[in-house]
């Protein structure tokens, strides 16, 4: 899909030339005299340089330099206010496109570096791809790659800690990746056998929940939907990156087992966004083997979104977005791991009518980890996508207010990116108490929240963040630590904890915002096909929405907390975390779906 061009009317042979679409003139001698565009101290938390990886820098590397766009803060405001009915991409485009000064300058810049052939225009014309080898990149960007490495789960990239670029693209270029971007794992916590409790009974108000195990039909109990349609309209959409893969096997295991043989419903469609090793293949699928103690690359991730998509949106076809992408280390293959960019590019390129209703992303990062200008483009995406009518569902992480207590030095809880962006739905977790009635569900302990760092509040949640900030006292003793103008998060929440997942052949239980994201956009999505059914457009962003019209179809959470820093989950820490009281709190956000009472007030709109 990638527009190749060649560049020929930028040949310099004229000692002054004009660039199309604007009026200024540049010499031949322009100066692309580069400076430091971004430097870090070192490997964000979590990653080490790898010296016993020497990188293959003749293997070849996709880079993407994006463009500024223009008047974004107008698109924000119309896509704010836009509920219910959805722009198109070219309508967007015809918004927000770069100047056409932007495209040339790095056009010119990149053919006086001998890489105008290697470079193609992005398929929507914002971003500039080059594909070169590795060398060729550093010789561009006057920088060095390295191979890093992450500590808790062997997940190695290339990537470098610091790139120049000429000066006179400031303020036309906004990003340029792979490159001070590690990111992007699981929010799924380690671990995976919990001990069941001794107390544990079968909770008699909710039927299919035994004490805190999860499984499709304590869902549909809990959350309302179990005499839901069977619909079959409609698209849900799933993000696998990091090379996991659903299993075929292990689905059909798992609605053997816990959908009671009903198994019309087992299949998924696929796209493979890059090469990876299930390409080709229609299922994406691979057999489902776990790879011991490391988190990645394992499949429980994939098994345990498909598995409860698949059983919650029941007759609505599935479809798992398969983003390979792995560092060019062994020197085959190109280094494709900018994952939210590709995913998004190849997304917001589809036609309308081949978009997921809603999707959802059970990855991210520690947002002090993400370089701003590459959130910013990532969220700005995400902005886009919700505009053209997708619901997007982000899990809120799972360590809670997060590490250490400390953030690049500074007293700080840690925030989690995507969860922070403005134009996401963050979905933090709750779990089931034992032994009680129906809806007395509180927060998990690991549930990820609190207030970004990066992004300002957005009007939609600005009245009740400010009630919560108002009226919550037991935030006062960590004030310190978070930034109360920030975008607060979770927006909702769902049960994160004990869910039966098939994987490789057996049935493991696992917990983590990653449970409670494909729970909470399944029942979104269950929601999209009946607005489909009867004509209506999609929910597409959901968040003025869920803080207005929605919040009656939510249960407020009200018991429990989310555990603070400088400890371990289900530890104190040395902080407080934040408590879940009525109304939004930073533990549970709005609360949890009523499918029935959703649908009444989906349906009315
Ligand atoms: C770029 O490609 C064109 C067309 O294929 C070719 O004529 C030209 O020699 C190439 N330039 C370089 C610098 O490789
Ligand atoms: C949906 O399909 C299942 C199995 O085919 C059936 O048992 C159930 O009654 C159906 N639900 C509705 C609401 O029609
Ligand atoms: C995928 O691999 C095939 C064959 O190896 C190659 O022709 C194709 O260009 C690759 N596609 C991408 C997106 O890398
Ligand atoms: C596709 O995945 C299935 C499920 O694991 C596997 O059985 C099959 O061999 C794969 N096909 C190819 C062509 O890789
Ligand atoms: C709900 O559970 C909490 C403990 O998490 C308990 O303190 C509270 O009394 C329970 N409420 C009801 C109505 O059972
Ligand atoms: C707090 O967040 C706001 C909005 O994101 C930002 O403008 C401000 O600089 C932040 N303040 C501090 C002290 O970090
Ligand atoms: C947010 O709320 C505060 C306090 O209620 C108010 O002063 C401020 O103007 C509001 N901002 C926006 C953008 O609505
Ligand atoms: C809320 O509901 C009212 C009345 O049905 C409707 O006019 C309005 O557009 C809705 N607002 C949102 C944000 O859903």
Redesign the pocket.
Known sequence: MLLKFFLVFFVLTSTSFALPGNGKHYSRDVSFKTSIREKLAGPPTGWVQDPSVNVDKNSMMSLRIHLVHQDMDKFHELAMNFYGSHLSQQVIDSMIAPKDESRNLVLQWLNIEGLGNYSSLSARADSIIVKASISQIEKLLNTEYSSFVRTDSGQSVVRTLEYSLPSVLKGHVDMVQPTTFFGLRPQRSGARIIKPNSFETENSNVAGCVGTTVTPECLSNLYGFATAKNYTNGLMGIAGFLEEYPSPSDLTKFMTTFMQGRMEHQTYSCIELHNGTAAGNTTCGISGVETGSKIIPDYSEANLDVQYTRAITKAIPNIYYSTAGRPPILGTGENTNEPYLDFLDVLLNLPSASLPNTISISYGDDESTVPLDYATTVCNLFAQLGARGVSILVASGDSGVGGSCLVNGKAQFTTAFPASCPWVTAVGGTTLATGQTKYNETAWDGSGGGFSEVFGRP?YQ??TV?KWLVSDKTHQAVNLYFNQSGRAYPDVSAQSYGFQVVIGGSTETIYGTSCASPTFASIIQLLNSDRLASGKTGLGFLNPWLYSNATAGLTDITNGANSGCGGTIGSAGTTAGFQAVPGWDPATGLGTPNFQSLLKISSAT
């Open positions: 009007s600005n009245a400010n």
